[in-house]
């Protein structure tokens, strides 16, 4: 399945390229803090790769297919790829360490 949109095919209609210059600048945002040395914990280290490493799966995708390909189907609710599932746990990762473990 062939997803133009963001998740759950939400805002299909905008331009492959405005999706790509968002999820650059978000991969740009999530790098920053590490290039820096503000990221100073291991897990909150991890949460960001792997939310940059989801966001440029998806980007490529996105470049090449003119859309993301979604193979998984969630429990028949909606279809995924490993992309958007490492952005989740990323973002679960970097949620935990940033907000609960202060």
Do not use: H
Not at 65 to 90: C, K, S
């Amino acid at each position: 399945m062939l997803n133009k949109g963001i998740s759950f095919g939400l805002f299909s209609s905008i331009p492959v390229w405005v999706i790509a210059l968002v999820l650059i600048c978000l991969v740009v945002y999530a790098v920053l803090p590490a290039q820096t040395g503000k990221m100073r914990e291991l897990w909150g280290r991890v949460g960001v790769i792997l939310i940059v490493f989801g966001g440029v799966g998806n980007l490529v995708s996105r470049v090449i297919y003119g859309g993301v390909r979604d193979y998984w189907n969630f429990f028949g609710l909606f279809y995924n790829n490993i992309w958007d599932y490492l952005i989740t746990l990323g973002l679960i990762i970097y949620g935990y360490t940033y907000f609960v473990r202060r």
